[in-house]
């Protein structure tokens, strides 16, 4: 069964700074999609930006990116230039195709004033 | 769009009770997911449906917990009889199959189900 791993359950960083979460998985798939998901206090889940196993090139959506490493099986998030509105939870989630999404547990990231 | 959209958005009941908790999909997904989000065991796939069809209900917990697609634009989580270990944050996901490949799923704001 496929595993997904956040091993940093919380971050904290100033206002503007970078941060890297990270994150790591185990599957036997080839072709797969990986996701971050927020979860900001008023509980939604929003999708910030995925990653198809077949592209090379590291997803990008403003200021997050991915570095997205195949052979290693991680898929970390950069956010850059922090801002407030950023405080949330933050999951990796790992799909196989057969629609079911896997989590991790989550990081909890604080932006700090 | 109006997107996923679930009701209660918090519901308090007495154990022993009958709890619904209800999802309107995004027009036109043709995937719907339940899941069960706790501190301790994070995000859970309850059971998911296509074509209102339930493919794969392996995460539903007890024969206590049930989900019903009576249509394309409405589903139902059901427990009966509710215990305090049922209490969580319950979500409802749809997503869309484009021929090519499945678009990300897209979630309701959650039901806060507290069982006392």
């Known amino acids: 069964a496929q595993t997904v791993t956040q091993s940093q359950p919380e971050m904290s960083v100033q206002e503007a700074e970078t941060v890297t979460l990270s994150c790591t998985y185990d599957?036997?798939?080839?072709?797969?999609?990986l996701f971050w998901y927020k979860q900001p206090p008023s509980r939604q889940m929003i999708l910030v930006i995925r990653?198809?196993?077949?592209?090379?090139q590291n997803a990008t959506e403003n200021r997050f990116s991915v570095n997205f490493q195949k052979a290693a099986k991680s898929f970390s998030l950069k956010i850059s230039d922090s801002q407030l509105g950023d405080t949330a939870m933050y999951f990796c989630?790992?799909?196989?195709?057969?629609?079911?999404?896997?989590f991790g547990q989550g990081t909890r990231l604080t932006i700090n004033p | 769009d109006a997107g996923v959209i679930q009701s209660p958005r918090h519901e308090v009941t007495e154990m022993g009770q009958e709890v619904t908790l209800r999802c309107k999909p995004i027009?036109?997904?043709?995937?719907l997911f339940w899941y069960r989000q706790t501190m301790m065991r994070g995000l859970e796939l309850l059971i998911y449906?296509?074509?209102?069809?339930?493919?794969?209900d392996s995460g539903m917990p007890e024969d206590r917990f049930s989900a019903k697609m009576p249509n394309a634009s409405f589903s139902t989580l059901k427990i009966q009889p509710s215990e305090p270990r049922d209490s969580a944050v319950y979500f409802c996901?749809?997503?869309?199959?484009?021929?090519?490949?499945?678009?990300?799923?897209?979630f309701g704001d959650g039901t806060r189900l507290s069982i006392l």
């Open positions: 599957t036997s798939e080839n072709n797969y999609y």
């Open positions: 990653q198809e196993a077949y592209k090379q």
């Open positions: 027009s036109g997904h043709d995937y």
């Open positions: 449906f296509n074509n209102n069809v339930p493919i794969d």
């Open positions: 989630a790992f799909w196989e195709g057969a629609q079911k999404l896997v």
């Open positions: 996901a749809s997503s869309l199959w484009t021929g090519v490949n499945n678009q990300p799923q897209h």
